[in-house]
């Protein structure tokens, strides 16, 4: 057995990695390796920097990608880890991998910590990242509906609706971002390296799709959506937020009818995005959501280790 850094050839592997595991666990893909290619090879940081590969007889058999952006208060860790002999050993190895990566950086905070995202059937990969002192921190649910038949949106007299042009609304987009999920957060926050770089490179965010509005005093929400390619004629809402100024007052409920009316006019039926809304591992409070006729499908547990001793 043997690790190796990654470069910008194993796009195709990781992908393949990923979705075997994805197919194991929920029986659909993760993937499609162009739109992967956006996130391994990215805006904060090379494939060899912060890319791991497993190989064990000559064949790689798992792989694992590290995150680290602004502001430096995490590393995230992405796992591809398909089924197979020796599988929790293997996530032990990668784990201790991803580790050394963000310990090694110049740029991570002196009390960062790590990040994981694990699956919540996947019970063996949680056992591993317990026993190497992770600890669950939140849940993340994504949620699909039939969009068919979803109303037009209602929305408030005092605002503008226009689609979001990565020219003119860059800044005010993420503004809004920013303010919905601020890094204080802690379980999920874009960086605007991350942003920027998805909004400007990832091929399923095609044009037309993305919403902003904005009231008198300047942006208020926004809705980044995608073509989702876990399954055919549907769309992702990938980011969605609404200024705190503006809560509560339907803007949501209208943001996510508006984006089902862009995802109808190019023939798809379904819509998925993923909320950490109901993040307690037993709340299950969605109305947001199935208030337009989504429902959860599966969660995605958030683990941190928070105990590292830095050198």
Same mark, same amino acid.
């Given at each position: 057995m043997r690790i190796r850094p990654g470069s910008s050839r194993d796009v195709a592997t990781f992908t393949r990695l990923s979705n075997a595991q994805s197919q194991w666990l929920r029986g659909e893909n993760s993937w499609q390796e162009d739109e992967l290619a956006a996130i391994l090879i990215s805006a904060t940081g090379e494939p060899a920097d912060n890319d791991r590969y497993?190989?064990?007889?000559?064949?790689?058999?798992?792989?694992?990608?590290?995150?680290?952006?602004?502001?430096?208060?995490?590393?995230?860790?992405?796992?591809?880890?398909?089924?197979?002999?020796?599988?929790?050993?293997?996530?032990?190895?990668?784990?201790?991998?991803?580790?050394?990566?963000?310990?090694?950086?110049?740029?991570?905070?002196?009390? *960062? *910590?790590? /990040?994981?995202?694990?699956?919540?059937?996947?019970?063996?990969? +949680?056992?591993?990242?317990?026993?190497?002192?992770?600890?669950?921190? /939140?849940?993340?649910?994504?949620?699909?509906?039939?969009?068919?038949?979803?109303?037009?949106? *209602?929305?408030?007299?005092?605002?503008?609706v226009a689609t979001f042009s990565i020219t003119r609304d860059l800044t005010a987009g993420y503004d809004v971002i920013r303010e919905t999920f601020p890094p204080k957060l802690g379980g999920w926050h874009l960086s605007k390296d991350d942003y920027e770089y998805s909004v400007q490179n990832d091929p399923t965010a095609l044009p037309g799709l993305s919403v902003i509005v904005r009231d008198a005093q300047g942006p208020v929400a926004i809705a980044l959506n995608f073509l989702d390619t876990t399954k055919s004629n549907t769309g992702l809402t990938g980011a969605f937020g609404?200024?705190?100024?503006? /809560?509560? /007052?339907?803007?949501?409920?209208?943001?996510?009818?508006?984006?089902?009316?862009?995802?109808?006019? +190019?023939?798809?039926?379904?819509?998925?995005?993923?909320?950490?809304?109901?993040?307690?591992l037993d709340d299950d409070n969605y109305t947001l959501f199935t208030d337009v006729g989504m429902r959860p499908l599966f969660d995605d547990l958030t683990l941190a280790k928070t105990d590292m001793t830095w050198p």
């Open positions: 497993l190989e064990v007889g000559g064949e790689t058999v798992a792989a694992v990608h590290v995150h680290m952006s602004e502001p430096y208060a995490k590393g995230t860790i992405n796992l591809a880890l398909p089924p197979g002999r020796d599988r929790a050993d293997h996530a032990r190895t990668l784990i201790g991998a991803a580790e050394r990566i963000v310990r090694s950086s110049p740029h991570m905070a002196p009390d *960062a *910590a790590l /990040q994981l995202d694990v699956a919540r059937e996947d019970t063996e990969l +949680r056992a591993v990242a317990e026993e190497l002192g992770f600890a669950v921190i /939140q849940k993340m649910t994504s949620l699909e509906g039939d969009i068919l038949d979803a109303p037009a949106p *209602a929305w408030p007299a005092d605002v503008e609404v200024r705190t100024r503006r /809560q509560r /007052q339907g803007l949501g409920h209208a943001l996510l009818l508006e984006s089902f009316d862009r995802f109808r006019s +190019r023939g798809w039926a379904h819509a998925r995005l993923a909320t950490v809304l109901g993040k307690d």
